[in-house]
C-alpha cells in the first residue's frame, strides 16, 4: 500500500487570515511524513499579541485546490495556540487520507487572531468527521464534510439578549408567536418556535445595523418578520454579515471544537459514552447540579466554567464555546433527512420537510442524547417547549 505522502516531503505555505486587516503571521512552515508511518509532522512559527486559532487544509495539486479531507489533527492546532516559533502538529493521514499517494502536496496554515464580534468564537473553514458509528439510527455514516468559516455565540442566546432585540422589534414591524420564557437574565431563553427564532435573528442584525439573512422569497427582498414561513436555502443570505441559525453540519462541527471521534465536545473517545460524563460537565436528565429542582431546570449560561456544582474544569470546547451539550436544546437551519451523503460542503439539508432540526440535548434529555453526532428529528418548526433554545452564527462574508 502506498503511503499518503513521499517521504520528507516539504509542503509549502498559503496564509490567510479572514477578513482583519492586522493579522497573526505565520512564516518557516515546514513538514514532512515521519519515516515509516503515515503521519505528517507540520512545524510553523507564528507571531501575534495573544492566542491565536490555527486551521490547517491540505492540497494533493501542487496548491490549486484544498480539498484533501484532513481533519485529524493533534498538537498546536485550534484555538487556544500561543504564538512562538517551531509551533508543532501531527497529520494522522493514514485516518483521513489512507491509501492515497500524491507528489504535489501542499499545506494551507491559516492563524485567527480570535478578536471577532463581540461574544462570539471563530470556526475555521476546512473538513471535520461527521457523524459516528456507535449503531444510533440516522448518526451514520461518518463522513469527511466540509465548513466554510463562520462565528459562533459562544453562549446561548440569554433570556436577557431575547428580551433586549425582542422589544426592538415589537416596535419594527416583527411578530412572534410567543414572548420567550427564562428563568433568570442569564439563563438560556427558551420556549420558542423555529420560526420565532428565526425572525429573531433578523431583528439581532437589523438592531445592530447589519443586513438580515432571512427572507420570504428567492429574491431576498421581502424580510422575514410575520408568520410561519418554511423558508428555502434560496431565501437565505448565507454568506452575509447577518445572524442566522447554524446548519446541522455548522452546530456539529462547533461542538466538537476541532477534534474528531470525541462522543461529547470534551476527550470521550471510548465504547461506552456513559463513563464520560457527569454532572461537573453538562446538564442533563438528573446529572445532580443544584439546579434540578427547579420547575425548568435550567443552568445559568457559561455556568460550567470550572466553578460548577461538583467543582470541575472549565468545560469550554476547542472553540471557546459553552454548552454545546445539554441545558437546552438549539435549533439549527436544516429539515431533517436522512444524511445525503453526497453533499460535503457546507450542506444545508433539503428544502421542505416535516421536522426543523435541533442539535445538544437538554436538561431533561438522557446522556446518550447530548453526543455531538445525535440528530432530535421530531419536532415540527411550530413546536415550542421549554428545553428548546438557540444560538446564532455569523457567514464569512
Known sequence: MKSPFPLALALLLLLTPFARAAAPVVSNVRAAQRTGTKLVDIYYNVTAASAVTVTIAVSSDGGTSYSVPAATFTGDFGGGVQPGSDRHVVWSAGIDWNGQFTTRGRVRVTAEDGSGPAGM????????QMGDNYGVAGDAPVRSVVVSTFYM???AVTKELWDQVYQWAAGNGYTFGQGGDGVAANH?????TWYDAVKWCNARSQKEGRTPAYYTDAGQTQIYKTGSADLTAAMVKWTGNGYRLPTEAEREKAARGGVA?????WSSIGPDFSAFIDGSNANYYQSGDPFE???VRTTPVGYYSGDQIPA??????GYGLYDMAGNVWEWCWDWYAVYDTSA?????GPDSGSFRMTRGGAWDAR????RCAYRSNINSPAYRSAAFGFRCVLGQP
Open 312 to 317: 470541575g474544569v472549565d468545560m469550554a470546547n
Open 344 to 348: 460535503l460542503t457546507d450542506p444545508r
Open 121 to 128: 468564537a471563530f470556526i475555521p473553514a476546512g473538513a471535520f
Open 153 to 155: 455565540d459562544r453562549f
Open 367 to 370: 446522556v446518550d442524547i447530548l
Open 261 to 265: 471521534g470525541h462522543h461529547f465536545p
Open 188 to 192: 438560556p431563553v427558551q420556549n420558542l
Open 293 to 295: 429542582g427547579n420547575s
